[in-house]
């Protein structure tokens, strides 16, 4: 016979848990489409690409030819390099989508989602998904900050206990 566990395991690792909804989020807040965040994401780690590199993870997206031009146009890389005879162009991200990609990964290890600024949280126009999603942001903010007095509260006993 199977013996039930009483206290569950504590699982370290969880952040994907709302990944849904902080890229729904960030697509919405920001004016995105799912390949630009993805570009961005796959992007975060180099610090300078070609269109190579560019192309090497575009191939594996939905195909936008013109992808690299669009993202330039919009803000969210900046050529480091113009390409000269004997030199490929080099892009980087730029700060925006650094910040972007920033505040994602934040987000996910456990920082609070803005709900003010963000077009999501506008009670009008809300599609049934955009609703589902902000339903979702406001139970994980709220379980944040419950964690977060929680532990202020037992920093303050154990601060008071050995005075």
Known sequence: MLKLIETPPVRKDDYLKYWRSIYHYTKVKHNLTSGDID???FLYSEPYFT?????EFNRVLQLNRNRLNQMVDAG???IFRKGKARYAARYQLSRKAVAVVATMYRQLNGGLTQESNSPLFAKKKQSYMDKRHVEQLAIRNETIRLRQRQSREESYT??????
Not at 51 to 55: L, N
Not at 158 to 163: D, G
């Open 39 to 41: 570009m961005m994401l």
């Open 51 to 55: 269109v190579k590199k560019f192309d």
């Open 76 to 78: 969210w890389i900046d």
């Open 158 to 163: 154990e601060k008071h206990r050995s005075s």
